[in-house]
């Protein structure tokens, strides 16, 4: 919620100092998102905030339950629309991946957001309350949450990082910054500016391609942020920071996944210790590209491998129900599409 203005609104009537923290822990730890639940408050303070805050600003249009998924349709305040993933496979802790923009900006040629085009950013409002709610619906704080949804979180900077901050007060929700994940698409000022938060937050870099002119084709936005200068801003991230940077590699039929681009990919990582490559199976969505088979990948894999490079296979959930990474996708009337 508004938390300057919620804090104004109780100057100014001269509300006891106690009561901003008995609001703020309503919301933030019991999840109560309605005024007129907080019983302790006076019936006058309530219909003074119900008409003034919005507790929480995420309208429930669809909830469609996938195997292992669930993957949630908000409309925002303004109408526009986003898509919200609660992943459940893994039993220790759930994922929720949230969007940090309407659309994206970066029109990568095999993503559905990025077919999209990019309508606008997310306030840090809107950020939170994708985690807030599914915390309330799966009675449970403590997840995982990783900026992978739709839009391009460096581009989202300071909402961003407000919503990091309202996530982790210790105050409130009091999420562990180690259970946080920011995915980019390669924004060197952002990475840059990150590097010196000096948070411990994790960092991946979708990478996609292990060469200049293929990766401008299918990610424009090399073309501003050349390979050439991520990987020297990723040395300097790991050397700065000395934790693990992930790199997501989709692996595209006939385009990046032969023997020539694994070599070119090894030489790229130069055997830097902490990189970490995350293989993921291309997700159809309606772009010319497909998913390397198996065998494909396994061959890649394999390669990488040998050369001492840190390797993992991520397995893709939600498809059924379009709800895999690079998947969401909305319209402006507030539909699922694709
Ligand atoms: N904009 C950020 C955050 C979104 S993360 C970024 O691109 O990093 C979305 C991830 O899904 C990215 O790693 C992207 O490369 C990957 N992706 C996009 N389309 C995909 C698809 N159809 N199948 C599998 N992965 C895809
Ligand atoms: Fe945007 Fe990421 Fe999709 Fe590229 S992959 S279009 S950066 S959301």
Request: glycine share 4%; aromatic share 8%; net charge positive.
């Amino acid at each position: 919620m508004d938390i300057e203005k919620l804090k104004k609104i109780l100057e100014d009537r001269g509300e006891p100092k106690y009561r901003f923290s008995q609001i703020y822990k309503a919301v933030f730890f019991d999840l109560i998102f309605d005024f007129s639940q907080m019983t302790n408050l006076s019936k006058e303070l309530r219909e003074i905030l119900s008409k003034e805050i919005t507790p929480f600003s995420l309208k429930i249009k669809t909830i469609q339950k996938g195997k292992e998924v669930d993957k949630d349709l908000f409309e925002l305040e303004d109408g526009n629309c986003i898509e919200t993933v609660l992943m459940k496979h893994n039993y220790d802790r759930k994922t929720v991946c949230i969007s940090s923009q309407v659309g994206c900006p970066l029109g990568c040629k095999f993503c559905a957001t990025g077919k999209m085009g990019f309508i606008r950013n997310l306030d840090s409002q809107e950020i939170v309350d994708q985690v807030l709610f599914f915390a309330k619906e799966e009675k449970d704080k403590k997840l995982n949450v990783v900026f992978m949804g739709m839009g391009e979180p460096l581009l989202n900077y300071d909402n961003v990082l407000q919503a990091i901050r309202v996530l982790n007060d210790k105050n409130g929700f009091n999420l562990s910054i180690r259970s946080i994940s920011i995915s980019t698409a390669g924004i060197i000022p952002g990475i840059k500016k990150l590097m010196n938060e000096n948070l411990q937050l994790n960092l991946a870099i979708s990478l996609n391609s292990p060469n200049e002119k293929q990766r401008t084709e299918i990610m424009p936005v090399n073309q501003q942020y050349s390979l050439k200068e991520l990987m020297a801003v990723a040395k300097e991230y790991v050397k700065k920071t000395n934790k693990k940077l992930f790199f997501e590699y989709v692996l595209l039929d006939g385009i990046n996944d032969d023997l020539e681009s694994s070599k070119q990919l090894i030489k790229l990582l130069d055997k830097e210790p902490l990189f970490h490559i995350n293989l993921i199976r291309y997700n159809n969505t309606s772009t010319q590209f497909r998913s390397s088979s198996i065998k494909t990948i396994e061959k890649f894999k394999k390669e990488l491998e040998k050369n001492n490079i840190n390797v993992t296979l991520r397995y893709s959930f939600g498809k059924e129900i379009k709800a895999a990474c690079g998947q969401l996708s909305t319209t402006s009337n507030c539909f699922n599409v694709d």
